[in-house]
Nanobody
Framework: QVQLVESGGGLVQAGGSLRLSCAASGFTLDYYGIGWFRQAPGKEREGVSC???????YYADSVKGRFSISRDNAKNTLYLQMNTLKPEDTAVYYCATDQDGGSWCLDYRGMDYWGKGTLVTVSS
């Protein structure tokens, strides 16, 4: 059974950093596309960063140069290091995976399994 559990969210001042973790179970992390998505109040869910099934990383333009995605295959865990945070980064952050293999890993509409999310709040 595929499960994704996010952690690491919290309240941080603008300019600060957070690291999110996504513990995966029920599948092997490096065989599938997996990524981070976020949804702010009143806004559509959007892709933040992902690692494709063949190991390529992608970032939304809004986070390039500030966020970094990585994975620890031994721990079957995905990470998102977020630096120089801005108030507009405030959102619930979700981890999701494409188990069917037919979608670009940054397109939230193609993800098959989702975690419950972790809230990131950036104060100005």
């Amino acid at each position: 059974q595929v499960q994704l559990v996010e952690s690491g969210g919290g309240l941080v001042q603008a300019g600060g950093s957070l690291r999110l973790s996504c513990a995966a179970s029920g599948f092997t992390l490096d065989y599938y596309g997996i990524g981070w998505f976020r949804q702010a109040p009143g806004k559509e869910r959007e892709g933040v960063s992902c690692i494709s099934s063949d190991g390529y990383t992608y970032y939304a333009d809004s986070v390039k140069g500030r966020f970094s995605i990585s994975r620890d295959n031994a721990k079957n865990t995905l990470y998102l290091q977020m630096n120089t945070l801005k108030p507009e980064d405030t959102a619930v952050y979700y981890c999701a995976t494409d188990q069917d293999g037919g979608s670009w890993c940054l397109d939230y509409r193609g993800m098959d399994y989702w975690g419950k999310g972790t809230l990131v709040t950036v104060s100005s």
